[in-house]
C-alpha cells in the first residue's frame, strides 16, 4: 500500500508540475508569439509608401485593412535588401 501512495504522490506532483509549465507559457510566453504572428501577417498583406533604411533594416510606413474593412497603419521591419519597393 505504501508503495502505490508514493506513485500516486509522484503522479500529482508531475501534474502539478506539468500544469505550472503550461500555465507560465500561456501567461508569459504566448501573448509575446500571438502579437508577433498578428504583426507579421499584418505586414505580409500590406502597402508600403515609404521606407528608411537605417543599417541592414528597412522601417517602411505601411497600410492594411484589419477584419472590420477599416484602413490601419503600422511600420514594418525588413532586412535592407528585402524591403517593398515604395
Same mark, same amino acid.
Given at each position: ?9 509522484? +503522479?500529482?506532483v &508531475?501534474?502539478?508540475?506539468?500544469? /505550472?509549465? %503550461? ?8 501573448? #509575446?508569439?500571438? +502579437?508577433?504572428? &498578428?504583426?507579421n501577417?499584418?505586414? /505580409?498583406? %500590406? ?8 543599417? #541592414? ?15 490601419q ?14
Amino acid at each position: 500500500m505504501k508503495e502505490a501512495t508514493g506513485e500516486l504522490n509522484m +503522479t500529482v506532483v &508531475t501534474v502539478v508540475a506539468i500544469a /505550472a509549465v %503550461a500555465a507560465f507559457f500561456y501567461a508569459f510566453v504566448w501573448p #509575446s508569439i500571438r +502579437t508577433s504572428i &498578428t504583426r507579421n501577417t499584418n505586414c /505580409a498583406n %500590406a502597402s508600403c509608401t515609404s521606407c528608411t533604411t537605417k543599417g #541592414s533594416k528597412a522601417e517602411c510606413q505601411c497600410s492594411y485593412i484589419d477584419a472590420d474593412g477599416t484602413e490601419q497603419s503600422i511600420t514594418c521591419s525588413y532586412p535592407a535588401d528585402e524591403a517593398p519597393a515604395s
